[in-house]
Every structure is written in structure tokens, then in C-alpha cells.
């Protein structure tokens, strides 16, 4: 295999020099651009409002407050929040299985007439910015096809525009491409039908790849803002992102910036824990053996 740079030139010491010196410059840039937002955002959260202000600012709180947290919890009432954004979260990742698994099995496994072209199509809709797709799909959630029905401020509003999603769709379609013809021909030789097939037989040898499509159905649902402002104008069926928005021109900045880390411990703690789960299953399907 060719590279930019040969075995014999890294295996020098000037090649091992200019190699870790390269490495170490750039992930520590990278680790710093990622992690200092966050660094500065948890302890500019124990500052008072006019340290914060301050110039030149401090990194460090000169009395570090770590009140602040139960203060904002109290302040914005973030309780109430968080359990809309969990409603709105279990629901949308219940939702988009419900519809992503059977869709991605029955163009996988069932092989039905133009499949291919239907997921074309689906995949073309990644190329559609996501700001292109808001109006048409508030108008049609105002008023739904055939139902006639409104669903501002009702957490289907979220659930029902999402439940199709293209790229786990496709995910899961190129997990289940992988997974043994000869399994379906004997569950089928066994009288199963294509339901009982994709339940007994593909679902269980399919947990890395749904752990990843769970996982980034619960992200995407949690951290999303510009869809639930649309939807939700009812404050108190907000979602947390967006009832920290509408509480940040009236909440001093400490306690605003408070509100904003407990918002983003879930997210963080969820991928801290299933990283690992998350790159073997988006690698899963890739190589055939």
C-alpha cells in the first residue's frame, strides 16, 4: 500500500519525530477545539453574572458557586422540560423502529419491484437541506392529509415527520444485506412468515446496528430545536432546548449557561457510554467475510 510517507522513512528518527510531533499537534487542537466550549461553559456556570462579563474574562470562577445548578433548576422550572423532552425523545425512537426496521428488512430480505429505485429515491432526501423540508411538512401537520387533523403542540408533531428516517433506513438495510440467506430460507422451511422471520430470526442477530440506530434517533430527537420551536408554541409543552431559548433574554447568564450543561449531560453521557457500540455498528455491515 502506497502513502504519503514510507515504512522505511517512519521507521527513521527524524520520520518518528516529525510523526508524533505532527500527531500530538493536531489532536490536541482537536481535543481543544471540541472540549474547551464545554470546559468554559461548566464553569462559566459558577461564575456571577458580572464576572462573566468581565474583560478580559476568567477562565477559572473566582468563588466558584456550584449552587448555580439547583438556582437554574428552580429558576426555569427545568424539571417540567426535561420530562416533555423525554415524552417527545421515547416516543420519536419508538416511532422511528417501529417504521425503520420492517422498511429496511422488506427492501433487504423481500426483495419487492423498484426497491431499489424507492431507496434511491429515500436517499435522495439527504440531499435536501433540512430548511427546505420545514414548511411543506408544517403545513402538512397543521392540517394532515385525509384526517384533517392539527397537530401543533402535540408531541406527534415531532414523532410522525421523523419516523421515515432515510439514513437509518439505509443502515439498517446494509446490516440486514449482511445476514445469511440460508437463515430466512430455513425459518420460511419452518412456516415462519416474513414478520415472524424478521422477529425471531433477523431482530436478535441485529442488536449492535439497532443499539446505533437507537442511539442516534435519542441524540438527534433530544438535541433538536429549529423543528419543536416551529411545532410547540404552547410554553409548557416546550421541549428543553426550546424553553432555554425563550427563558435567555429574561435569565442572568450564569443560569442560563447552568441550564444549558444539565440540558447536555444526557446527550454526553449517553455517547461516553455507548461509543464503542456506536463505531462497531456503523461498521458492521460494511465489510463482507
Given at each position: 500500500?502506497?502513502?504519503?510517507?514510507?515504512?522505511?522513512?517512519?521507521?527513521?528518527?527524524?520520520?518518528?519525530?516529525?510523526?508524533?510531533?505532527?500527531?500530538?499537534?493536531?489532536?490536541?487542537?482537536?481535543?481543544?477545539?471540541?472540549?474547551?466550549?464545554?470546559?468554559?461553559m461548566?464553569?462559566?456556570?459558577?461564575?456571577?453574572?458580572?464576572?462573566?462579563?468581565?474583560?478580559?474574562?476568567?477562565?477559572?470562577?473566582?468563588q466558584?458557586?456550584?449552587?448555580?445548578?439547583?438556582?437554574?433548576?428552580?429558576?426555569?422550572?427545568?424539571?417540567?422540560?426535561f420530562?416533555?423532552?423525554?415524552?417527545?425523545?421515547?416516543?420519536?425512537?419508538?416511532?422511528?423502529?417501529?417504521?425503520?426496521?420492517?422498511?429496511?428488512?422488506?427492501?433487504?430480505?423481500?426483495?419487492?419491484?423498484?426497491?431499489?429505485?424507492?431507496?434511491?429515491?429515500m436517499?435522495?432526501?439527504?440531499?435536501?437541506?433540512?430548511?427546505?423540508?420545514?414548511?411543506?411538512?408544517?403545513?402538512?401537520?397543521?392540517?394532515?392529509?385525509l384526517?384533517?387533523?392539527?397537530l401543533?403542540?402535540?408531541?406527534?408533531?415531532?414523532?410522525?415527520?421523523?419516523?421515515?428516517?432515510a439514513?437509518?433506513?439505509?443502515?439498517?438495510?446494509?446490516?440486514?444485506?449482511?445476514?445469511?440467506?440460508?437463515?430466512i430460507?430455513?425459518?420460511?422451511?419452518?412456516?415462519?412468515?416474513?414478520?415472524?422471520?424478521?422477529?425471531?430470526?433477523?431482530?436478535?442477530?441485529?442488536r449492535p446496528?439497532?443499539?446505533?440506530?437507537?442511539?442516534?434517533?435519542?441524540?438527534?430527537?433530544?438535541?433538536?430545536?429549529?423543528?419543536?420551536?416551529?411545532?410547540?408554541?404552547?410554553?409548557?409543552?416546550?421541549?428543553?432546548?426550546?424553553?432555554?431559548?425563550?427563558?435567555?433574554?429574561?435569565?442572568?447568564?450564569?443560569?442560563?449557561l447552568?441550564?444549558?450543561?444539565?440540558?447536555?449531560?444526557?446527550?454526553?453521557?449517553?455517547?461516553?457510554?455507548?461509543?464503542?457500540?456506536?463505531l462497531?455498528?456503523?461498521?458492521?455491515?460494511?465489510?463482507?467475510?
Amino acid at each position: 500500500m502506497r502513502t504519503l510517507v514510507s515504512e522505511s522513512q517512519l521507521r527513521s528518527g527524524r520520520g518518528k519525530t516529525v510523526y508524533w510531533t505532527v500527531f500530538v499537534i493536531v489532536a490536541v487542537t482537536f481535543t481543544t477545539a471540541f472540549v474547551f466550549p464545554l470546559i468554559w461553559m461548566v464553569l462559566g456556570a459558577m461564575k456571577t453574572a458580572p464576572e462573566l462579563a468581565r474583560v478580559p474574562p476568567t477562565l477559572l470562577p473566582q468563588q466558584a458557586n456550584v449552587g448555580a445548578y439547583v438556582e437554574a433548576w428552580n429558576f426555569m422550572s427545568l424539571a417540567h422540560f426535561f420530562l416533555n423532552t423525554i415524552i417527545v425523545v421515547l416516543g420519536a425512537w419508538l416511532v422511528q423502529l417501529a417504521v425503520d426496521v420492517p422498511a429496511a428488512y422488506a427492501l433487504s430480505k423481500l426483495k419487492p419491484k423498484l426497491g431499489n429505485v424507492v431507496l434511491g429515491m429515500m436517499l435522495g432526501t439527504l440531499m435536501l437541506p433540512a430548511s427546505a423540508l420545514l414548511v411543506p411538512t408544517y403545513l402538512t401537520i397543521t392540517d394532515v392529509p385525509l384526517l384533517g387533523v392539527n397537530l401543533v403542540n402535540s408531541p406527534l408533531a415531532i414523532w410522525l415527520p421523523g419516523a421515515a428516517n432515510a439514513f437509518n433506513i439505509y443502515l439498517l438495510k446494509r446490516f440486514f444485506d449482511q445476514i445469511p440467506g440460508e437463515l430466512i430460507e430455513a425459518s420460511t422451511l419452518d412456516g415462519a412468515g416474513p414478520l415472524g422471520t424478521m422477529w425471531r430470526v433477523v431482530l436478535p442477530l441485529s442488536r449492535p446496528v439497532l443499539g446505533v440506530v437507537s442511539i442516534l434517533s435519542i441524540v438527534t430527537a433530544w438535541k433538536d430545536f429549529i423543528w419543536p420551536l416551529l411545532v410547540f408554541s404552547d410554553p409548557q409543552a416546550q421541549t428543553l432546548s426550546v424553553a432555554l431559548q425563550r427563558f435567555a433574554p429574561d435569565t442572568p447568564v450564569n443560569l442560563l449557561l447552568a441550564g444549558l450543561v444539565l440540558a447536555s449531560v444526557p446527550t454526553i453521557v449517553v455517547f461516553l457510554i455507548f461509543q464503542r457500540n456506536i463505531l462497531a455498528g456503523l461498521t458492521a455491515g460494511s465489510v463482507k467475510g
